[in-house]
């Protein structure tokens, strides 16, 4: 059982802050789920980079002007 404080705040307790691996510092989200309240951490900037990892890897080797060129179809050139 927890209490809250006059400001609203509740400690998380040692055990729940392991299974997250919340620290110090980390953002968590709040949300409810029927008559439940739901805490989540929030992921990082970089864990959800880690989703998209591979996700190009097709293009490996490919210079990075031909994939443009690809994209947008080849430009014609004018000199004047």
Do not use: W
């Not at 591979?54 to 994939?67: A, E, N, T, Y």
């Amino acid at each position: 059982m927890l209490r809250i404080t006059q400001k609203g705040q509740v400690t998380i307790p040692h055990q729940i802050r392991s299974i997250l691996t919340i620290k110090s510092g980390d953002e968590v989200i709040f949300e409810i789920d029927e008559e439940k309240v739901v805490l989540k951490k929030k992921r990082g900037v970089i864990e959800n980079l880690k989703n998209y990892v591979g996700f190009l890897s097709h293009l490996k080797g490919i210079k990075s002007d031909d994939v443009i060129d690809e994209l947008r179809g080849k430009a014609n050139h004018f000199r004047c």
